[in-house]
């Protein structure tokens, strides 16, 4: 996508250099070099299911912005993170991962991760460095696909992988990708990401920053209070559970100016598709709920660093992943796509 460029000062006019004045002293050495150009520009991390892309991003913006699972397709949409440093932006999306499915819900979390990449300058392919499955061949597909766009790989969870592996994995991905950089890392144990940060910012437009240094991502106070309770659902309930819930927020009330300490006050409703996950969603006399709510309660404290009241009520919602209306209502499609 297009970038912000970088406005240049007016020259000043020349002026003609004086006469040199007889036993005056030589010229003045030359400065120092001029600084380098600001660099700016969108990144998407594109990969499958579990690849590691949330924690990623999480890893360079310093705070969990995008919540992160042990199972796979936590993220549902594409998440805007912006990296602010002296000499350059990085605006990372983090997508959902690339993979085949009939489920509507699942063509639409692939679709935001195609036009994320379609909207971006760069695309950072993140791999997982143990697996090699379906959903891993539809992510190399999709970058081989692209066009006019610079791409580095990173072979995460590289800390993972039998040392002899490596140079076999990153031969193959050269081969089927001719990528633009090649480079190993850990997500998790920060091994290599320096190094891929200044490889990406080696890559980006000369451009002014295109958000505020103090921008951290586009993500509203509501759409994180229903992340961090889907983060707790995904961890504490297991099959299909995780993936036949969605969360909506009912009451988002901030802390008065006066309080002396401050307090949150949020209602949420999780929706699921029959009345037997309901069941399964609260448990025996409330305690799967009860951890659920604890969860996220103590998530969202940490993030807004203040006290946190969190209501859970769950609801079937019908066949809510297959409903194009209920989508747009939740979310997860564009309301004009609703029919």
Same mark, same amino acid.
């Given at each position: 996508?297009?970038?912000?460029?970088?406005? #240049?000062?007016?020259?000043?006019?020349?002026?003609?250099?004086?006469?040199?004045?007889?036993?005056?002293?030589?010229?003045?050495?030359?400065?120092?070099?001029?600084?380098?150009?600001?660099?700016?520009?969108?990144?998407?991390?594109?990969?499958?299911?579990?690849?590691?892309?949330?924690?990623?991003?999480?890893?360079?913006?310093?705070?969990? *912005?995008?919540?992160?699972?042990?199972?796979?397709? $936590?993220? +549902?949409?594409?998440?805007?993170?912006?990296?602010?440093?002296?000499?350059?932006?990085?605006?990372?999306?983090?997508?959902?991962?690339?993979?085949?499915?009939?489920? #509507?819900?699942?063509?639409?979390? *692939?679709?935001? %991760?195609?036009? %994320?990449?379609?909207?971006?300058?760069?695309?950072?392919?993140? *791999?997982? &460095?143990?697996? +090699?499955?379906?959903?891993?061949?539809?992510?190399?597909?999709?970058?081989?696909?692209?066009?006019?766009?610079?791409?580095?790989?990173?072979?995460?969870?590289?800390?993972?992988?039998?040392?002899?592996?490596?140079?076999?994995?990153?031969?193959?991905?050269?081969?089927?990708?001719?990528?633009?950089?090649?480079?190993?890392?850990?997500?998790?144990?920060?091994?290599?990401?320096?190094?891929?940060?200044?490889?990406?910012?080696?890559?980006?437009?000369?451009?002014?920053?295109?958000?505020?240094?103090?921008?951290?991502?586009?993500? $509203?106070?509501?759409?994180? $209070? %229903?992340?961090?309770?889907?983060?707790?659902?995904?961890?504490?309930?297991?099959?299909?559970?995780?993936?036949? #819930?969605? *969360?909506?927020?009912?009451?988002?009330?901030?802390?008065?100016?006066?309080?002396?300490?401050?307090?949150?006050?949020?209602?949420?409703?999780?929706?699921?598709?029959?009345? /037997?996950?309901?069941?399964?969603?609260?448990?025996?006399? &409330?305690?799967?709920?009860?951890?659920?709510?604890?969860? %996220? +309660?103590?998530?969202?404290?940490?993030?807004?660093?203040?006290?946190?009241?969190? /209501?859970?009520?769950? +609801?079937?919602?019908?066949?809510?992943?297959?409903?194009?209306?209920?989508?747009?209502?939740?979310?997860?499609?564009?309301?004009?796509?609703?029919?």
């Amino acid at each position: 996508m297009s970038s912000v460029p970088k406005k #240049t000062p007016r020259p000043k006019e020349d002026l003609a250099a004086p006469e040199k004045a007889p036993g005056a002293p030589g010229p003045e050495a030359p400065g120092p070099e001029a600084p380098s150009p600001h660099k700016a520009g969108f990144v998407a991390i594109i990969g499958a299911p579990n690849a590691g892309k949330s924690t990623l991003m999480n890893h360079y913006l310093g705070q969990k *912005v995008a919540i992160v699972s042990s199972k796979p397709q $936590t993220t +549902r949409h594409k998440i805007l993170g912006v990296l602010t440093e002296a000499q350059a932006q990085i605006v990372f999306w983090d997508t959902p991962g690339l993979h085949d499915s009939n489920k #509507t819900l699942n063509q639409e979390m *692939v679709s935001k %991760a195609l036009s %994320a990449l379609a909207d971006s300058d760069l695309c950072l392919f993140l *791999v997982d &460095g143990e697996r +090699r499955d379906s959903a891993h061949q539809k992510a190399l597909q999709t970058v081989q696909a692209r066009k006019d766009m610079p791409l580095i790989v990173a072979i995460n969870k590289a800390d993972l992988i039998e040392p002899h592996k490596l140079p076999n994995l990153m031969a193959q991905l050269q081969d089927s990708l001719a990528p633009d950089r090649i480079l190993a890392v850990s997500a998790k144990t920060g091994r290599g990401l320096k190094k891929l940060k200044k490889t990406l910012i080696s890559f980006l437009p000369n451009s002014a920053p295109l958000y505020d240094e103090d921008t951290l991502t586009d993500q $509203t106070l509501r759409a994180i $209070t %229903a992340e961090y309770v889907r983060e707790a659902i995904f961890e504490l309930t297991h099959q299909e559970i995780p993936y036949s #819930t969605a *969360v909506t927020v009912d009451q988002f009330q901030e802390p008065q100016p006066d309080q002396p300490k401050p307090l949150y006050r949020l209602a949420v409703t999780v929706h699921v598709e029959r009345d /037997s996950q309901k069941k399964i969603m609260i448990g025996r006399g &409330g305690q799967t709920l009860k951890h659920i709510g604890q969860k %996220a +309660r103590l998530g969202l404290e940490s993030f807004l660093e203040a006290k946190v009241f969190l /209501s859970i009520f769950v +609801r079937i919602t019908d066949n809510w992943t297959e409903d194009r209306r209920t989508l747009a209502d939740f979310g997860y499609l564009d309301p004009k796509e609703k029919s």
